[in-house]
Each structure stands twice: as structure tokens, then as C-alpha cells.
């Protein structure tokens, strides 16, 4: 068995008022899909939350979501996908865009449902496009909500629910998207280590999404990183997608990989101490970034500076 971990996509981010940032996040994605999901002959894709950057999605960031899922389609490579905080629906609707790619029959969307105040899970239904776990060969796929600051809480939960599914014989999988204590980037509370080890009872695999550093928890759970930068405070982090291979005794190959196309990016710094006037820095900064900025090299993309 062998699949594609991504996360945090974020199709349609616009940095610094760059017009040609919605594409870098496109290109950055289908160039994955290419050459790790279509030309490794995986078995199926995760996309751990965040595949948008916001719910509102505009008409071109659509068309990219369309293309790309669409060359999985035609490449016979299910894509499997939970909501994020970026892309989940409103509370007052039923509706959201990932719903909607999925009764499109572009992806597989997991969805747990809540019931007398539990968390408990259906198996995928191809005729009403919803459920919540779904077999894909030798494995058996669970989704999660987006749970923020009550992930402590949701996670015996999902413990107990994931439980009352498993299949003899699968390889279990969870699609979790939250921080982790140890390993977050965000202010607000994050799931405790202790908490998500619970799970490790009832999955082989746990496919974390969220925080956009790359990052694995004793070769079991993994979170991949952003494929792209969304800001400045990014650029230093490792961050990319995951191949995993599975043997026949479940035994985990998680490779993981950064080369494909992103935008570069560069900071500079320069000491202000010895300058008596503003228009001093202007002509120091402006001077250095003659020298030591970079350009783009052969057809990569113009560093942001």
C-alpha cells in the first residue's frame, strides 16, 4: 500500500497583495500530485484540513481546486479529505465548498456525526456522498471535525468510536486536524501528547494536519507541514508532504518530501544603530538588497525578499 499525506493546501492565500500568490499555492499543490501521487502510482491521497484558505472561495481559486482533483480523478486516485478551520462550513448551514466537491464526486469527504452528545462514525455512503470512514484496499480511513481549543475533550471520543469500527485485519487510519502540546506554532490551547497517544491503540496511522512545520510523534503520527509559505514567519520551517508505504504487516516507510516548486524566500537584515537619519536606512537597506538579494534562477520562481 502506498499514499500521499498532505495538509494545509491553502488554495486561494494572497500574500503581501502579490496577484501571483493564489498561483504559487496552486502550482506548489498540482506539482505534488504529479510527481508523488500520479507518477508514484499511489493507492490514494489524505488531505489532512485547510484545503482553502477561506470559506468563501473565489471563482479562480475554484477553477484550480477543480483541475487538480480532476487530474486525480481521471488518474483513478481517490482523494480522501477532512475540513479544516480554514475551509469548514458555517454553523447556521449545511453547506460548505468541500461538501460540495465531494457531492461532485471529486472527493471523499469524512465527517463524524454527533449523536446524544458522542461522537460516532458511518461508514462512507457512495450514494448520499457522506459518511465517515471509508475502505480504501487495505485500509480502513477515518475522518475528524475540526475540534480547536475541545480536542482534549473530543479525543476519548473518538477512542471509543473508532473502536466500535475497526475492521479486522485494516490498517487504521485517523485524518486529524489540530496542534499538538510540543509542536505548535498557534496561541490557543493544543491537543497533550498524553491525549493523542490514546489513539494509539485503536490507529496504525495518524495523519495530522494544521500547524505548518513538519513534524513526527514515534514514527505513528505525522504532520507534514504546509506545502506552501502563507507567511514571512514560515519561511524557516521544514514543511512539505508525506509518501508513505505500508507493508504487509504494517510495518511504516514515511518519507518525506520538499522537492517540488515553491516560491523562494529571503530575509534580510540590516543594523540601524549607526544611522542618524531616515533617508540613511532607506539607501543602506536599498544598497544591500542590490548585493545580497536574490533573482530567479533559471525558470524558478522571483523570490519574495
Given amino acids: 500500500m502506498k499514499f500521499l499525506h498532505i495538509a494545509d493546501v491553502h488554495l486561494g492565500c494572497t500574500r503581501y497583495q502579490l496577484a501571483e500568490s493564489p498561483r504559487d499555492f496552486y502550482d506548489a499543490w498540482i506539482d505534488v500530485l504529479q510527481r508523488y501521487a500520479i507518477d508514484q502510482h499511489v493507492d490514494f491521497v489524505l488531505m489532512a484540513g485547510d484545503f482553502f484558505h477561506k470559506r468563501n472561495v473565489p471563482p479562480e481559486t475554484m477553477n484550480y481546486a477543480f483541475a487538480g482533483l480532476s487530474l486525480l480523478k481521471d488518474a483513478g486516485i481517490p482523494v480522501v479529505a477532512i475540513e479544516g478551520n480554514h475551509d469548514q462550513k458555517h454553523a447556521d ?17 469524512l465527517e463524524p456525526t454527533i449523536e446524544d452528545h458522542k461522537i460516532t462514525y458511518q461508514r462512507w455512503d457512495e450514494q448520499t456522498r457522506r459518511g465517515g470512514f471509508i475502505d480504501v484496499g487495505g485500509a480502513r480511513i477515518f475522518g475528524s471535525d475540526w475540534y480547536g481549543a475541545s480536542a482534549n475533550w473530543a479525543m476519548p471520543m473518538l477512542v471509543e468510536a473508532i473502536r466500535a469500527n475497526r475492521r479486522e485485519g485494516a490498517f487504521h487510519v485517523l485524518m486529524l486536524h489540530t496542534d499538538v502540546e510540543g509542536h505548535q506554532t498557534h496561541p490557543m490551547p493544543a491537543l497533550s501528547v498524553a491525549a493523542l497517544k490514546e489513539l ?97 534562477e533559471s525558470e524558478d520562481s522571483k523570490p519574495i525578499i
Avoid: M
Fill in 93 to 109: 448551514s449545511e453547506y460548505s465548498w468541500l461538501r460540495s466537491l465531494a457531492d461532485w464526486g471529486l472527493l471523499i469527504l
Fill in 200 to 296: 494509539r491503540a485503536v490507529t496504525s496511522y495518524v495523519a495530522l494536519g494544521h500547524t505548518h512545520k513538519n513534524y513526527s510523534i514515534d514514527d505513528w503520527a505525522f504532520n507534514p507541514g504546509s506545502l506552501e509559505i502563507t507567511s514571512i514567519d514560515e519561511y524557516r520551517e521544514t514543511r512539505g508532504a508525506y509518501l508513505v508505504s505500508v507493508s504487509d504487516d504494517f510495518q511504516i516507510e514515511a518519507k518525506h518530501i520538499d522537492d517540488y516548486r515553491q516560491r523562494p524566500f529571503q530575509r534580510l537584515v540590516y543594523d540601524v544603530t549607526s544611522c542618524e537619519l531616515p533617508e540613511d536606512v532607506t539607501d543602506a537597506v536599498l544598497s544591500q538588497a542590490k548585493v545580497e538579494a536574490r533573482v530567479a
